[in-house]
């Protein structure tokens, strides 16, 4: 699987930002699922949001449900993250994930990705 992550960029606090992760090269089965995580300087990769890729069910982390929304285009096998209210402290390297044995407490793990995408680079000024 080739993950092709996109859409980040420099935004002022409280804008928004829509990031893209465009799949290949393999076909999605029922029990696979896409993540989210990001990483910030000096800092671990953290988990932000992922989705089961049949059903679409989604999982947040509690730092970022109320602003960040994960989806998925199951015809483009593409995978999103809508952010709002971008603070300064969402500034990160953003990475989509692929999982061929997803589950919900896998999928919070960075262990329970096959396939990373580059990263795409978000910045939020005060």
């Known amino acids: 699987v080739q993950l092709q992550a996109s859409g980040g960029g420099l935004v002022q606090a409280g804008g928004s930002l829509r990031l893209s992760c465009a799949a290949s090269?393999?076909?999605?089965?029922?029990?696979?699922?896409l993540g989210w995580f990001r990483q910030a300087p000096g800092k671990e990769r953290d988990f932000v949001a992922a989705?089961?890729?049949?059903?679409?069910?989604?999982h947040y982390a509690d730092s970022v449900k109320d602003r960040f929304t994960i989806s998925r285009d199951k015809v483009k096998k593409t995978l999103y993250l809508q952010i709002n209210s971008l603070k300064p402290e969402d500034t990160a390297v953003y990475y989509c994930a692929s999982s061929s044995a997803f589950s919900p407490v896998t999928s919070r793990r960075v262990s329970g990705y096959d396939y990373w995408g580059q990263g795409t680079q978000v910045t939020v000024s005060s």
């Open positions: 989705i089961t890729w049949n059903d679409g069910i989604t």
């Open positions: 090269g393999r076909t999605f089965r029922t029990y696979d699922g």
